[in-house]
């Protein structure tokens, strides 16, 4: 973060403060505790698309291990590939969980399902197949180097959002801001026409959540909520 945008993450504080009230009553991101395929896949579809398919996309994925008398939520890469060889290839993939949304608008651009699949390969080759292994990975390596190069040389994937939402679903602090979180800090942050980058609004959130003072991940999750049209408190505090 750089000094000349301290005032803008002061005034970004007091808005999100102003909106958001005490973290205590936020509701939380859930991300997947132990499985690192679930976190692959999520990560993937989540760019460009409506939540509730991303959701829809892991429920099928849920619905088909459970039908194989296996459990999504332990699955690592292997898992995961294996899925692919049952199924052919990436366009039975995308049947079997009922998406076939390319990674990007462009011609010929590749399914979102045959990222989701190189991506696996990518942690594979590292020898990264479970989420205790990323992590194990980030004890001796806190930048995860060799990950983020992997991860940002997929189809699609170089802005380095998709990486950042990997690690929030895997547990560790980062964020994730996608196209509506950028705006809402732009707009914010007082920053309306400089067209900040993923990273840099990244940056600015994390400065931000030092000064709320709440945990990054949990305040681009609450930001991304708000600006989604989803409720951002728990129930039990509506009541």
């Not at 102003?18 to 976190?39: C, M, Q, R, V």
């Not at 690592?76 to 009922?98: C, I, Q, Y």
């Not at 991860?151 to 802005?159: G, I, R, T």
Request: hydrophobic fraction near 40%.
């Amino acid at each position: 973060m750089t000094n000349e945008l301290a005032p803008e993450a002061t005034k970004l504080t007091d808005v999100c403060r102003t909106i958001f009230g005490d973290e205590a009553n936020w509701i939380k991101a859930d991300g997947y505790p132990h499985s690192l395929a679930l976190a692959i896949i999520d990560s993937i579809f989540s760019t460009g698309s409506h939540y509730q398919s991303v959701i829809n996309v892991v429920n099928e994925y849920r619905a088909y291990r459970r039908s194989q008398g296996a459990d999504a939520d332990q699955d690592g890469t292997g898992e995961l590939l294996r899925t692919f060889e049952e199924v052919g290839d990436s366009k039975g993939w995308a049947v079997l969980v009922n998406n076939h949304k390319p990674a990007h608008t462009g011609a010929k651009a590749l399914l979102k399902a045959e990222v989701v699949r190189q991506a696996a390969e990518a942690l594979k080759a590292l020898e990264i197949t479970t989420r205790a292994e990323l992590h194990a990975e980030h004890f001796a390596d806190e930048r995860l180097s060799r990950v983020k190069e992997a991860w940002l040389h997929l189809p699609s994937q170089s802005s380095g959002v998709t990486f950042n939402y990997l690690l929030i679903l895997a547990g560790f602090q980062s964020v994730k801001p996608d196209r509506m979180v950028i705006r809402f800090v732009e707009e914010h942050a007082g920053l309306e026409g400089k067209r900040l980058t993923s990273m840099q609004t990244a940056e600015l959130i994390k400065k931000v959540a030092e000064l709320y003072p709440t945990q990054p991940r949990r305040l681009d999750h609450v930001i991304w909520r708000h600006v989604s049209g989803r409720e951002i408190f728990r129930a039990e505090e509506l009541s």
